[in-house]
């Protein structure tokens, strides 16, 4: 879709300039709303794993870091306001049309009426989720590696096995959370 096209285009220019600045990152200004609005967008098109965890913070191959992403972003424009550092909306952002702006703008208001302190909430939510993913992600990798058996061309491994240890795992993580 157009807003996809846009934003690879957007990193592939911003890639441009660090490399031309011998740069070692790439800062963007992404948010705690941004993260809410990608969670409910990932949940309403059926995401998975780690479609969840919304916007990384850190991506290494692109070398691109969000150092506000725990930040709401009446806070940031608070900031601004008060040290008088002016800053650029972009105006395709008030286009409804555009299912992330539709939940910014008109979604996350009605939920905030409900709920206002969702933003703190979900903060909390979406960390103790993206650390339950990190964990899962974790044992997975380690218990694959000792675990997976390589014949040829195909690899496997004893599924209940698996989900008996991993099972296991979740049970005694959860206890020692609740401790």
Do not use: C, V
């Amino acid at each position: 879709n157009l807003e996809e096209f846009l934003r690879k285009a957007r990193y592939q220019f911003l890639e441009k300039i660090r490399r031309r600045h011998h740069a070692k990152l790439i800062l963007t200004a992404h948010h705690l709303n941004d993260q809410l609005e990608t969670f409910l967008f990932n949940l309403g098109r059926g995401a998975l794993g780690s479609g969840f965890m919304g916007i990384n913070s850190f991506d290494q191959k692109k070398h691109l870091y969000r150092p506000l992403l725990t930040i709401p972003k009446p806070e940031i424009l608070s900031y601004l306001k008060k040290n008088r550092i002016s800053y650029r909306n972009d105006s395709s952002n008030k286009n409804l049309k555009i299912s992330r702006n539709f939940i910014r703008h008109k979604i996350i208001p009605e939920f905030e009426k409900l709920y206002p302190s969702l933003l703190k909430t979900f903060a909390t939510t979406h960390k103790n989720l993206t650390s339950n993913f990190e964990l899962l992600e974790h044992f997975t990798e380690n218990w694959l590696s000792k675990n997976l058996k390589k014949h040829n061309s195909t690899s496997s491994f004893n599924l209940k096995n698996f989900l008996d240890k991993i099972s296991f795992s979740l049970r005694y993580t959860k206890k020692k959370m609740m401790m």
